[in-house]
Structure formats: structure tokens, C-alpha cells
């Protein structure tokens, strides 16, 4: 466990993750030896959040001994949040993966990889493509992605991948291609400075985004904050209001405004007029939402409701709408998201400064996964299914039109489900620790204990995946081999390598080529030959496609440029002036990416939630970020001794005092919480930021997932890890 912080919970996260970004040195972050040379630097882009941030790696001696935020960088301009200051510190771990690992057994390369083609190839052969699956990650360069995705597809055969952004963005990736047409955030970080209203929904950035933030603070224009969430959160308390509804009642709420919209004449009927399909048949639904039924469900008055309506039409026209997690990682998800984007659309406020229907991404490179890793969707947003697509791919990369599938792959969950019924048989999981982090964990494990063949490839061989794994492959980490990230708004950063990989750990590229060469297709990928020739490989892909990047002239443009947004096409490049164009957002015309260019207003009725409380199970558990040093499954922010005294000592669960009383627990005390799929003893921390009847965990705590409840939007196969119904359990 973690040892104990230097400060309580409470001293230091909130408003005061302000001072972790702008006084990092109060809290030990990132001295810069005094030695150093000033301009023995390099610039990289930070491998944790989807912010994105620019940093400069300090070098001595050709090799990486620290870094500072790069005040430069577009994105941050010089600050970083505490896992920035420590990037480097966790790539010393002393549980670094530093040798293959055959049934735990240090073994060499060329023996881990003949065991790994032997058995994928047993099992490709004897069962057919759909037996064997990869499953990758957002914490990757997207040129590894995409080549992990070739590899897998055109050369092995495989039929399915797909990545653990399945976790955190498929839902916005669902919901801006039906409504826009393609998987297009449109905002720029310029709109969180620029907007009179800001309303986070389901959203958390003091803690999950401390950089997005920053840029909300330097917003001059005295704008509203609104936040939407059923916890009292760090940034809430820093909001000008919060509505705190109940759990997963956010749809109910959303359709309610749009009802008090359209009543007060909050609309923009020529924006809807010129550049929707689909409002009339909306309105009609939303009629339905009048606000004793939106109060009666969400918990909110109907004063307050109203109030909320009017500050959003006050607004006009920079309001802009923001979502993360606790809308994605929902039940119905896809349409909830939707019905954000759908109040964007019918108060015009999108493709204006300081407006939009805007998803934070998760994770570094999340959209380089959603982009280019060749898993769900075609490399560059293409369709498996579409011919014309396949030609044009197969024209782009060299590969054979006939070795590109004609189906897209399972989602992730259905891949799990697959390795259950025994028609996916192997795994090759890349820098994911799905043990750990995927919903009913319990579950999970006694599923991938079934496969026949279990690989996983990653930094660390002590994860709770690594550790069920046939064979581990050693794998370099950020800041040990060169790539590009794409950030939250839609710009693409490059990151050197600055430092060697401990042992015979290989950059994820690198072990790619080896099983290439191994498998018997390397000629097949001879062009992918480095990360600079992929990236020209994913140009001509994109080519003609929303997130055209042909403009872009190679990795030193990206350096030279402080990131480049896409899309940016050749003739764009003509006019492109680094200097003066740093910020860039969609649909300034008005049009979209569908068929005839204009968005459509997508809506479907609410449900419940699957688990619902009951007399055994009276409480509704959320779980989410715990504070802005970790990171997902600590994999790398558990690492760092300083990140380690700015988290909890151990688990906490967060519970109404009045909920205290009746259960007989104190502040402190010890309890179990216990579901229908596994239970866990942890402390109480009383707090009124939880409402009666709701209960609030940090999902980095290895034993969070055995409780929560395995349901899936039906749209973007996205897991709810947002309402499940649990007791608790004094232990004294």
C-alpha cells in the first residue's frame, strides 16, 4: 500500500490543485539541477492525460536527468500537473520489465518470440481469425498503434482488436459520428478562456484535468461555471453553481432543459434552419419533459431548473458544454452525450469561440487510438465494411486489398465475452492492465484464466494482468522511443526518445517489427520502418477524410509548430503560419461531416439504470479519479515517491454523515462494501460531498472493480462504472 501523505485529502486537492500546477516546488516537483546546461533540452509531450501539455526533457550527457513544463507549448504554457513534474521519475521503478518472461521465467527474445508465433499461429490456424485478439491501449504513440493494428490484421490474420479508450471515449466517439458525421471534438482549448458559460457535465477537471483547469482560471470574461454532478467534486466547489442530480439521471435533465429552452424562446432558429436535420421531431419529444417530471427524476427543483435554462439562453452565443467520463461510462451513454451536443446545436452555440458540444478525451493519446489504431474503425476513420474504403487503404499502405478484413472487430467487451463462450482462445493485451481496471473484475479474471494464451506487453512486470500471463514482453515506456500523441483538442505532439529502456526492454515499435520479421511478413510491412515512416504512411490515410493531415510536413513542422490540430490538408499548408495559428476549431461554416453537411438531432427515451438499489443493496456506489497525482491503475503514478505522498494512505470511501448514524460507523472507522459480484474492507471518510443513499470510491484501489456492475451502452459498448448497488457493512 501507499505509504502515508504529507497532507489530508482535503488540504490539498480542490481548488488548490491550482497551487500543484503554479507552485510545484512547494510540494518537491521538478528542480532542475543547477549543473544543467541551458540548452541541453528537449521537447516532449507529457504521456499521462489527453491535455497534452509541451515539456522540455533537461539532458546531460545525451540523456534525460529531469524536466520543466515548456512555457511555449500552446497547451500549458509552462505549467504541468503533478504526474508531468514526475514523467521521468517512474521510468526507474525497480519492477521495470527488464527481460521476456516465459510462465514467469526469464527467457531471450528470439525464445519468447518463436513461443509467441507458435502458439498465435496454433491457434489462427486450428480455429480461424477470430480466435485470437489484441487489445491496446491510449498510452501509446499512434504510429505504434497503427502498426500494432497492421501487424495483427494484415499480416497475422487476425480479426479482431480493439483498446481500452473502449473504456473511457467510445461513447463520444459513437456520439459526434451520428450527430456530426465523424468522430470530431470541435473545440479548442482557446474556448475554455473565451466562453460566458461554461457547464461541466460529468466532469472533473481541477482532478482529472488540472492543465484544462488552469485555462478555465484565465478566462477574463466572468463567466458562469456550472457543474452537473452527483458528487460535490474539487471543481464544483469552485463553480459558481452546482446542480447535483441523481446518479444517472443526467438524460432526464438534459431533455428537461431542452423543453425550457425551446418554452423561453432560447433558440437559434436560423442556425437549426440552415445547418440541422431533425429539430421538429426532437421539439415534439422534449415536450414530454416538462419540470415536475425533470424535477420528480433528477432531484432538482423546478426553480432551479429553470434558473440553469435561463443562465444557458442568457449566455448567448458563448456557452460551451463539456463532458467526461461520467457521461461516457454510462448505461445509456451515447444518447446522453447526444443530448449535450443537442443543446449546442439548437442554441447555435458551436463553431463560434468559446462554444461547443465538447468530450475531454482520457488518455494521451486517445485519439490516435480512435484515429489510427486499426481496431474498430479503418486507419484514418475508414469503414472495414466499405470497399471503396479497403482500395483506398490498401493504395495508402502497400498491403494487399484481399489481406484487409471486410468486418470490423468486436468491441472489447465482446471480445471478453467471446474468450468466455471459448470462440476467442488468445489475448494480446499492450500497455493495459485490464485485471485491474475493467468492470466486475472478479468476472474478468476467471475469464482470462480460461484463454489458452494469454500475452501481455508492457513496461512493468508486476501488474495484476502481467502477472496471469503466459508470456510478458518488456516494453520501453514514454520518454524511451519517439512518436506522436493527438490531444483532447485534436492536436497532434511529437515525444523523443531521451533516454535508454532498462535491460533488453524494446520500444512497443521495435517488438512489433521483431514479430513482423518472426511471423513471416515483415516484406509485407517493409515501409513502416520507423515512427516518422508510419506517420507518412497515416497521411496519405487520412488523405480526403476530416482529419486530413497531409498538410503536415513531418515530425520537425509538429516540433517547429508547438503541435498541429488537424485537420490540416495540403492546400491549408499553404497558408499555415505557426506563429499566429495556434488554435483552430470545426464547423466555423456551419457544415458537418454527414452526407448532406448538416448535424442531426439524435434522442431516445431514458431508462433505469440495470442495478437498481434494493433492501439488500440500498446504496448507489460511483467511482471515478481519486486526485490529480494518480493515474488509472497506478501502473506508473504508484511508482514515484513524491506522487505517493500526495494520495491517500489507503482507501476511503466517501459517506453521508447522516447515512454514518444510521449505519453506526464513524469517521474512520472500518466497513465492508459488499455487492452481488465481490466485497472489500475499507475506512469511511464522512462527507456531506456525497449525497444520502450514495457512496463514492477512487477507482485506482486494485479491488475497486470487483464491485461494480458490468453494463454496457448498447451504441459504443462503452461500461457503466457509475451506479451499482451495494451495502455497507459496519466491521465493529
Known sequence: MITAPAMTFREWTGPLTADLVLEPAKFGLGQVPSHLVPDATAKAICGFCSTGCGLKIHLKDGEAINLTPDPDYPVNFGSACPKGWEALSVLDAPDRATMPLLHGKPVDWDTALRFFCDNMRRILDQHGPGAAAFLSTGQIMFEEMALLGALAKFGMGMLHGDGNTRQCMATAVAAYKESFGFDAPPFTYADFEESDVLVFIGANPCIAHPIMWQRVLRNKRSPEIIVIDPRTTETSMAATRHYAIKPKSDLALLYGLAHLIIRDGGLDPAFIEAHTNGFEEFAAFAAGFAPERVSAETGISIERLIFLSKTIISGKPRVSFWWTMGINQGHQATRTAQAIINLALMTGNIGKPGTGANSITGQCNAMGSRLFSNTTNLLGGHDFRDAMHREKIAHATGIPVERIPGQPSLAYDQIIQAADEGTVKAIWFVATNPSHSWVDQNEMNRILDKLDFLVVQDMYCSTETAKRAHLVLPAAGWGEKEGCFINSERRIGHSPK????????????????????????????????????????????????????????????????????????????????????????????????????????????????????????????????????????????????????????????????????????????????????????????????????????????????????????????QPSYKHSAVRIESTH
Open 498 to 717: 531521451v533516454r535508454r529502456a532498462p535491460g533488453q526492454a524494446l520500444a512497443d515499435f521495435h517488438i512489433f517489427r521483431l514479430i513482423a520479421q518472426y511471423w513471416g511478413c515483415g516484406e509485407l510491412l517493409r515501409e513502416w520502418s520507423s515512427p516518422e515512416a508510419i506517420f507518412r504512411i497515416l497521411q496519405r490515410c487520412s488523405e480526403n477524410q476530416p482529419c486530413d493531415i497531409t498538410g503536415i510536413h513531418g515530425y520537425e513542422m509538429v516540433r517547429q509548430s508547438g503541435g498541429v490540430q488537424w485537420p490540416l490538408t495540403a492546400d491549408q499548408a499553404s497558408t499555415f503560419q505557426a506563429s499566429s495559428w495556434k488554435e483552430r476549431r470545426l464547423f466555423e461554416d456551419g457544415r458537418f461531416f454527414t452526407s448532406d453537411q448538416r448535424a442531426k438531432f439524435v434522442f431516445e427515451a431514458p431508462e433505469a439504470p440495470p442495478e437498481q438499489c434494493s433492501a439488500e443493496y440500498p446504496f448507489i456506489l460511483m467511482t471515478g479519479r481519486g486526485t490529480s497525482a494518480q493515474w488509472h491503475t497506478e501502473t506508473r503514478t504508484g511508482k514515484s515517491a513524491i506522487l505517493e505522498k500526495m494520495t491517500p494512505a489507503e482507501l476511503m470511501l466517501d459517506l453521508h454523515p447522516a447515512d454514518a448514524v444510521t449505519l453506526g460507523v464513524r469517521d474512520g472507522g472500518k466497513v465492508r462494501v459488499v455487492t452481488k459480484r465481490g466485497e472489500l474492507t475499507t475506512k469511511v471518510r464522512l462527507t456531506s460531498c456525497v449525497k444520502p443513499g450514495e457512496v463514492y470510491l477512487p477507482m485506482h484501489d486494485p479491488r475497486v472493480n470487483q464491485l461494480t456492475h458490468a453494463s454496457f451502452d448498447p451504441h459504443s459498448r
